[in-house]
């Protein structure tokens, strides 16, 4: 593999982990909002 093509991958990843995070954080988001909602 050639330098450009693992960057490409390498930015993928990146963008991946972040839509995960993302999408990891706003279920956490809703837990807790649920959370308050049953106090």
Same mark, same amino acid.
């Given at each position: 593999?050639? @330098?450009?093509?693992? $960057?490409?991958t390498?930015?993928k ?11 990891? @954080? ?6 807790? $909002?649920?959370k308050?909602?049953?106090?």
């Amino acid at each position: 593999a050639s @330098m450009e093509e693992i $960057t490409a991958t390498a930015n993928k990843l990146g963008e991946l982990a972040e839509d995960l995070k993302q999408s990891l @954080m706003s279920k956490e988001k809703t837990k807790i $909002t649920k959370k308050i909602r049953k106090w």
